[in-house]
Protein backbone atom coordinates (compact mmCIF):
# COMPACT_ATOMS: atom_id res chain seq x y z
CA UNK A 1 0.00 0.00 0.00
CA UNK A 2 1.37 3.49 -1.16
CA UNK A 3 1.73 6.10 1.57
CA UNK A 4 2.30 9.56 1.41
CA UNK A 5 3.40 12.11 4.06
CA UNK A 6 3.92 15.84 3.12
CA UNK A 7 5.59 18.06 5.06
CA UNK A 8 6.97 21.97 4.60
CA UNK A 9 3.96 24.07 5.67
CA UNK A 10 3.99 26.57 8.02
CA UNK A 11 3.04 30.22 8.07
CA UNK A 12 5.36 32.41 6.02
CA UNK A 13 4.69 36.54 5.17
CA UNK A 14 3.54 37.63 1.69
CA UNK A 15 5.84 36.93 -1.01
CA UNK A 16 7.97 34.57 0.92
CA UNK A 17 8.44 30.97 -0.07
CA UNK A 18 8.38 27.46 1.01
CA UNK A 19 9.37 24.08 -0.65
CA UNK A 20 6.78 21.40 0.06
CA UNK A 21 7.81 17.82 0.49
CA UNK A 22 5.71 14.56 -0.43
CA UNK A 23 7.27 11.54 0.65
CA UNK A 24 6.32 8.15 -0.23
CA UNK A 25 6.70 4.84 1.44
CA UNK A 26 5.28 1.02 1.01
CA UNK A 27 6.05 1.51 -3.05
CA UNK A 28 8.27 3.07 -5.38
CA UNK A 29 6.60 6.24 -6.91
CA UNK A 30 8.89 5.49 -10.24
CA UNK A 31 4.98 4.71 -12.16
CA UNK A 32 3.37 7.10 -10.32
CA UNK A 33 1.78 10.51 -11.65
CA UNK A 34 2.14 12.97 -8.28
CA UNK A 35 -0.46 15.91 -8.09
CA UNK A 36 -0.39 18.44 -6.04
CA UNK A 37 -4.34 19.55 -4.85
CA UNK A 38 -5.00 22.47 -2.13
CA UNK A 39 -8.33 23.73 -0.09
CA UNK A 40 -9.08 26.73 1.91
CA UNK A 41 -11.77 26.74 4.55
CA UNK A 42 -15.16 26.96 2.72
CA UNK A 43 -13.95 26.22 -0.71
CA UNK A 44 -13.52 23.27 -2.96
CA UNK A 45 -10.38 21.51 -3.60
CA UNK A 46 -8.15 22.80 -6.06
CA UNK A 47 -5.73 21.06 -8.32
CA UNK A 48 -2.74 23.30 -7.98
CA UNK A 49 0.25 21.21 -9.80
CA UNK A 50 0.86 17.65 -11.39
CA UNK A 51 3.82 16.13 -12.47
CA UNK A 52 4.15 12.63 -14.47
CA UNK A 53 5.43 9.46 -13.18
CA UNK A 54 8.26 9.89 -16.37
CA UNK A 55 8.58 13.50 -14.93
CA UNK A 56 8.72 14.93 -18.13
CA UNK A 57 5.17 16.48 -18.23
CA UNK A 58 4.24 18.96 -15.87
CA UNK A 59 0.65 21.24 -15.28
CA UNK A 60 0.18 23.81 -13.65
CA UNK A 61 -3.14 25.91 -12.33
CA UNK A 62 -2.98 29.39 -13.94
CA UNK A 63 -3.46 30.83 -10.51
CA UNK A 64 0.52 29.52 -9.64
CA UNK A 65 1.82 29.47 -12.85
CA UNK A 66 5.31 31.17 -12.64
CA UNK A 67 5.38 31.43 -8.44
CA UNK A 68 5.22 27.13 -8.24
CA UNK A 69 7.74 24.42 -9.61
CA UNK A 70 7.09 21.10 -9.11
CA UNK A 71 10.04 18.40 -9.00
CA UNK A 72 10.43 14.27 -8.39
CA UNK A 73 13.23 12.31 -6.90
CA UNK A 74 12.25 9.23 -7.51
CA UNK A 75 15.81 8.29 -5.77
CA UNK A 76 14.34 9.45 -2.80
CA UNK A 77 11.06 8.82 -3.65
CA UNK A 78 10.21 12.10 -2.89
CA UNK A 79 7.87 14.86 -4.48
CA UNK A 80 8.36 18.72 -3.97
CA UNK A 81 6.63 22.00 -4.74
CA UNK A 82 8.65 24.85 -4.38
CA UNK A 83 5.70 27.75 -3.94
CA UNK A 84 6.90 31.22 -4.26
CA UNK A 85 6.06 34.65 -3.87
CA UNK A 86 2.97 33.91 -1.53
CA UNK A 87 -0.11 35.39 -1.48
CA UNK A 88 -3.12 35.38 1.58
CA UNK A 89 -4.80 33.50 -1.34
CA UNK A 90 -2.46 31.20 -1.20
CA UNK A 91 -3.04 29.94 2.06
CA UNK A 92 -4.84 26.10 2.63
CA UNK A 93 -3.80 22.54 3.24
CA UNK A 94 -1.62 21.52 0.76
CA UNK A 95 -1.89 17.78 -0.13
CA UNK A 96 -0.16 15.28 -2.58
CA UNK A 97 -2.03 12.68 -4.24
CA UNK A 98 -0.93 9.77 -6.61
CA UNK A 99 -1.97 7.70 -9.38
CA UNK A 100 -0.17 4.71 -11.53
CA UNK A 101 0.45 6.42 -14.70
CA UNK A 102 2.57 5.38 -17.39
CA UNK A 103 5.41 7.60 -18.18
CA UNK A 104 4.17 9.02 -21.69
CA UNK A 105 1.19 10.22 -20.22
CA UNK A 106 0.71 13.45 -19.29
CA UNK A 107 -0.60 14.32 -15.44
CA UNK A 108 -4.07 16.00 -14.71
CA UNK A 109 -5.42 18.40 -12.57
CA UNK A 110 -8.65 16.31 -11.87
CA UNK A 111 -8.72 14.65 -8.14
CA UNK A 112 -10.97 12.11 -9.17
CA UNK A 113 -7.64 10.69 -11.44
CA UNK A 114 -5.90 9.72 -8.03
CA UNK A 115 -6.17 6.80 -5.65
CA UNK A 116 -3.87 7.57 -2.30
CA UNK A 117 -4.26 11.07 -0.56
CA UNK A 118 -1.33 12.14 1.95
CA UNK A 119 -2.79 14.33 5.40
CA UNK A 120 -1.84 17.64 4.39
CA UNK A 121 0.01 20.22 5.37
CA UNK A 122 -1.21 23.67 6.18
CA UNK A 123 0.17 26.86 4.75
CA UNK A 124 -0.93 29.63 5.86
CA UNK A 125 0.32 33.34 3.96
CA UNK A 126 -0.06 36.36 6.50
CA UNK A 127 1.90 39.07 7.28
Known amino acids: QLQLVESGGGLVQPGGSLRLSCVAS????????IGWFRQAPGKEREGVSC????????KYADSVKGRFTISRDNAKNTVYLQISSLKPEDTAVYYC????????????????????WGQGTQVTVSS
Open 97 to 116: AAEISSPARSCLLDSDDYDY
Open 26 to 33: GRTLDYYA
Open 51 to 58: ISSGGVST
